[in-house]
């Protein structure tokens, strides 16, 4: 199948090499606003030449293909799925869907309005410990869940964006462990309570750091603890996850995962994944449109997602519980 990437800095350099060496997927146009990371993306691929673009409708009044790969800022990811969406094109976009929970809305009813897909790539839980995770939950190897905890912790010297925007944990990052709660508990979280603030030293603008609690379905509760400014022990990007069940505890670390239970402890060994991560998630969008199916982090599944970011924003403000 044909694709347009849509944003070829920053991170899309990095998607451009997945999507280059697919087999699904022929990389027919790329576009970028700033013309100095189209020049490196044909140094780098000289087959690009004669195919690159400033504008998205500009590339489709001369292109024809079947999805656009979208990589930009999030600010500009309603407008841009939306002008392909229209174009009959499908769309698999970066997390987070966008920037606000409406706008995020607008583009599921247009994807559905138009019959096309409309995916986020939440590349995290596309690797084989969540997936194992799951199957070992699923299959009840724990019992009944009552609570999980996640502890992310880094001290990571952004520049750009990050650095300037309000709740830039909260808004940047904490979406990939929102999704991934939802991923690892197979469950859908009812209600949050979330605090946030900025250590002293902190070196963004924004509040770095987060206490959250989430109610889930069936009893469960989601324990989140994050900081963008630790200096100590890194946590892994995953966040390290400890899953609390009637026959055992679900251990994911730095190291790996295992499960313990009455004081014995089981190295679990993964799944065998044939691709990961991005890798995965781009497989997972090219078999949802040969197959005509929802794709797993679909957009309408995704907002439920985004939901938890931005009632986690609405209680930081109001000071209380809020329902989800
Ligand atoms: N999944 C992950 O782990 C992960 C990691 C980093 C970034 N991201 C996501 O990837 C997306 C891009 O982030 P980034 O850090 O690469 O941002 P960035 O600002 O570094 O790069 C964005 C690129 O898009 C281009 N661009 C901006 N507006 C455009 C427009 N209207 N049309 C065409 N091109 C445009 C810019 O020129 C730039 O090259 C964001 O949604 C971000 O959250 C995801």
Redesign the pocket.
Known sequence: MKIIQ???????ASWLDIVMSSKEWEVVAI????EE?LKKSIEKYPSLEGKAYI??KDCLKKVKADAILN????N??K??SIIALKEGLHVLV???LSDTLKNAEKIVEEAEKYKRKIMV?Q??RYNKIPRTIRKIVDEGEIGKISYCILNFQKGVRFS??RVEMPFPLLI?MSI?HFDLSRYLLSKEPLSVYAESWNPYWSWFKGDACLNIIFDFQDDVHFNYSGSWVSFGKDTQ?AGIWEIYGEKGTIIWDNYGVKKIFEGKEEIIEPIKLEREDRYLSLYEFYRSIVENREPETSGRDNLKSLNMVFKSLESIKKGKKINL
Do not use: A, C, Q, R
């Not at 849509?6 to 899309?12: A, C, L, R, T």
């Not at 576009?31 to 700033?34: E, G, H, M």
């Open positions: 849509i944003g070829v800095g920053g991170f899309g576009v970028d606003i700033n990371v504008f998205l990589v930009t800022p999030p500009f990811h407008e841009t970066e997390k987070p790539s590349n995290y750009g964006f940047d990939h990007w």
